[in-house]
């Protein structure tokens, strides 16, 4: 595999892990339907950056848009969001089998407000930086 494929699908594997799972947050990447997961999930993206660690290794961002149910208020986002930084931002690097880690650096948050697509919910939205680094 190319150097972008390692990386999504490094980032990708931290939300397939069991400690991910404890946390029973629905998370998909952002080219999945959502039709049918309900008024509380996870929608993830990757957007590499411009400025390579080096030559095997990107920094980038972890994009996760936040639904949940529209009209109780900003709680629950945030709780959610407060989830994210306890499991992303521990301290700790993301290490795979491949030789490769991920560490996150820091993180925004943002509550963007009533989903156009389903008025039902509200979006908000987590980013996370990170440094992916491949053993030479």
Do not use: C
Request: glycine share 8%; charged share 15%.
């Amino acid at each position: 595999m190319g150097k972008f494929t390692n990386i999504m699908t490094d980032v990708f594997s931290i939300f397939g892990s069991p400690e991910w799972a404890d946390e029973k947050l629905k998370t998909v990447p952002s080219n999945f339907s959502t039709e049918d997961l309900g008024n509380e999930f996870l929608r993830i993206s990757i957007q590499l950056g411009d400025s390579p660690v080096n030559v095997s290794s990107m920094s980038g961002m972890l994009i996760v848009d936040i639904f949940s149910a529209f009209g109780v208020g900003p709680p629950r986002v945030t709780a959610i969001a407060d989830i994210l930084d306890a499991y992303l931002l521990r301290g700790v690097s993301f290490s795979y089998a491949s030789g490769s880690t991920t560490q996150f650096l820091t993180s925004s948050f943002a509550i963007i407000g009533q989903d156009k697509d389903n008025p039902v919910l509200i979006q908000a939205q987590y980013v996370a930086n990170f440094n992916h680094y491949v053993r030479s």
